[in-house]
Nanobody, 118 residues
Framework: VQLQASGGGSVQAGGSLRLSCEAS????????MAWYRQAPGKQRELVAQ???????NYGDSVKGRFTISRDTAKNTVYLHLNGLKPDDTAVYYC?????????????WGQGTLVTVSS
């Protein structure tokens, strides 16, 4: 499985971005797609997740500002970032959860940097 993330960049506070992550390879076993982020000196944290059934889950710090969506036909997950704050500055990673015959497998993308200036 390969995950190709894109869409990061530099914006001013209050601005918006859209991140994309396209999965290729064994996409038939995907059960959830998610975005995580890691700021300098901090642990990686969940930003948002969407399951194959369409259920979404958000980290508390982004609720009401970020929206996750998925295009199943394109095997792509999007993260719409609105109302960006300097605290949102981080490397954003996409992750896929797969259920196979041997159990759960997890894959990570390479990360895309989001920088928010005040």
């Amino acid at each position: 499985v390969q995950l190709q993330a894109s869409g990061g960049g530099s914006v001013q506070a209050g601005g918006s971005l859209r991140l994309s992550c396209e999965a290729s390879g064994r996409v038939d076993s995907i059960r959830a797609m998610a975005w995580y982020r890691q700021a300098p000196g901090k642990q990686r944290e969940l930003v948002a997740q969407v399951t194959s059934g369409g259920t979404t889950n958000y980290g508390d710090s982004v609720k009401g500002r970020f929206t996750i969506s998925r295009d199943t036909a394109k095997n792509t997950v999007y993260l719409h970032l609105n109302g960006l704050k300097p605290d949102d500055t981080a490397v954003y990673y996409c992750k896929t959860d797969h259920l196979g015959t041997t159990g759960w497998l997890y894959y990570w993308g390479q990360g895309t940097l989001v920088t928010v200036s005040s």
